[in-house]
């Protein structure tokens, strides 16, 4: 197998946002030739696909600026502050969005969603034995939580009509594991 590793040469930020760093990098390619590779540097996320007793889950829906329009989503959030653990970024992006708790989360993956200029990971839970918590949006964040049948917002997904890719992960990771944990059971 041949190494395919690209070696940073050197670095020049181009940005340094609220939420994302931008980075021009010089790389050394595997032929030895060099060139250059623009990148965003992001703190990473957790996604949680809620799982009530029904069948039921909760999307939120919310605008989003860059397509300039609103899509239905599974409730996520960034990392906060560096070393913060994905559980309890999906624990307290799970109560901010929707104003649902859980009292366990399970890991079901971890996707990076835009690898050709992005360092993002996405880690995905599913969240169980749901209870009321309190809704608790930031500043300027405006979303409205829609309850869905899971199969019905899987099939959805797979259709191409929720085209968050994201929310696609997080719910074809969420039916995989929901489909061993029925077969183990």
Not at 11 to 40: C, M, N
Not at 121 to 140: K, N
Request: hydrophobic content about 40%; charged content about 25%.
């Amino acid at each position: 197998m041949s190494d395919l590793t690209e070696a940073q040469l050197s670095t020049e930020q181009l940005v340094d946002g609220v939420l994302l760093k931008a980075f021009r990098d010089e790389v050394r390619l595997p032929d030895e030739r060099t060139s250059v590779r623009e990148w965003i540097d992001h703190p990473g996320a957790s996604a949680i696909v809620p799982v009530f007793e029904d069948g039921q889950t909760l999307l939120v829906r919310q605008f989003r600026y860059p397509p300039r329009r609103p899509f239905l989503e599974v409730p996520a959030g960034k990392m906060d502050a560096p070393g913060e653990a994905p559980e309890d970024v999906a624990a307290r992006e799970l109560e901010e969005e929707t104003g649902w708790c859980a009292q366990r989360f399970e890991h079901v993956g971890t996707a990076y969603p835009c690898i050709g200029y992005s360092n993002e990971r996405i880690h995905v839970f599913t969240a169980h034995g749901l209870e009321r918590g309190t809704q608790a949006l930031a500043d300027g964040e405006f979303v409205e939580v829609v309850a869905v049948d899971f199969e019905e917002a899987l099939a959805r997904a797979r259709g191409g009509d929720l085209q968050d890719m994201k929310m696609v992960t997080a719910l074809v990771y969420a039916a995989a594991h929901l489909n061993e944990s029925s077969a183990a059971s």
